[in-house]
């Protein structure tokens, strides 16, 4: 029953079929959330590439102003200073050898994975269980890095990667339901603004096919890109 009203009430208040102004768009998702929790609030970007071409999979990285509004998890790979600079900065787990055993065992309770070069060898053996999960580190998201205290302190805050998948499409979070307008408009333009940027040289036609937001358990809205610039 609360769902069919639920239903309804999205029914009267959104045209799925219309674009609407980000900050109209914005307001829409904030309030057609009906989840009984403080609900992520999503991007997902229908891109106009190719990602089976390795220069159009587009892959890169922000910090949102406001952050995500979750917890993030980080393990740290790495040795000696390197291990103390990490739980300095806040790291959940740091080890090396230890931590890839568990891996190998199938341990993968954590958001991200950030490593010392030295340790990708080792890692790159696991691929199989980081890769499908998103965990593997990666020296263009900046999760292979010597700079370990500032890894960890970016993905703390709210540092996000926006990755196109094999369908062209990119998700990310922008925030949760319980931020102000304001502050989603703001790290929604800084992903926007950051796609733009990265679009790759030989992308033909349409860039940036279709913008639309959702919070986790609300109806995705479509966004007019004119109103995002």
Same mark, same amino acid.
């Given at each position: @029953? ?7 009430? #999205?029914?009267?208040?959104? *045209? ?5 102004? /980000?900050?109209? %768009? ?6 057609? =959330?009906?989840? &009984?929790?403080?609900?992520?609030? *999503? ?5 106009? +590439? ?5 220069? &159009? ?6 910090? /949102? ?44 309770? #954590?958001?991200?994975? +950030?490593?010392?070069? *030295?340790? @990708?060898? %080792?890692?790159? =053996? /696991? ?5 499908? =999960? ?9 999760? +292979? ?5 500032? %890894? ?11 990755? +196109? ?30 796609? @733009? ?12 096919? =279709?913008?639309? /937001? ?6 995705? #809205?479509?966004?007019? &890109?004119?109103?995002?610039?």
């Amino acid at each position: @029953m609360k769902l069919t009203k639920n239903n309804n009430s #999205i029914a009267e208040k959104l *045209d799925r079929k219309k674009e609407y102004p /980000l900050e109209k %768009a914005v307001s829409l998702v904030k309030e057609l =959330k009906y989840g &009984q929790f403080d609900e992520s609030v *999503d991007i997902a970007l229908n891109m106009g +590439v190719d990602p089976r071409h390795a220069d &159009q999979n587009i892959r890169v990285t922000t910090s /949102l102003p406001n952050g995500t509004g979750r917890e993030v998890t980080v393990l740290v790979l790495a040795r000696g200073p390197k291990e103390k600079e990490a739980k300095e900065a806040g790291a959940d787990f740091v080890g090396n050898d230890d931590y890839i055993e568990k891996i190998k065992n199938g341990w993968t309770e #954590i958001d991200k994975v +950030v490593a010392t070069p *030295d340790m @990708m060898p %080792a890692l790159g =053996k /696991l691929g199989k269980v980081l890769g499908p =999960k998103g965990l593997m580190p990666n020296p263009k998201s900046g999760t +292979v890095t010597m700079d370990i205290g500032k %890894a960890v302190g970016e993905l703390k805050t709210g540092k996000v990667e926006l990755r +196109v998948e094999k369908n062209g499409i990119i998700h990310t979070s922008c925030g949760k339901t319980s931020f102000t307008e304001k502050d989603l408009i703001e790290n929604i333009r800084i992903i926007y603004n950051t796609i @733009m940027k990265a679009r790759p040289a030989s992308a033909k036609g349409q860039y940036l096919k =279709k913008f639309t /937001l959702s919070s986790t358990m609300g109806p995705g #809205i479509k966004v007019d &890109q004119t109103s995002i610039k």
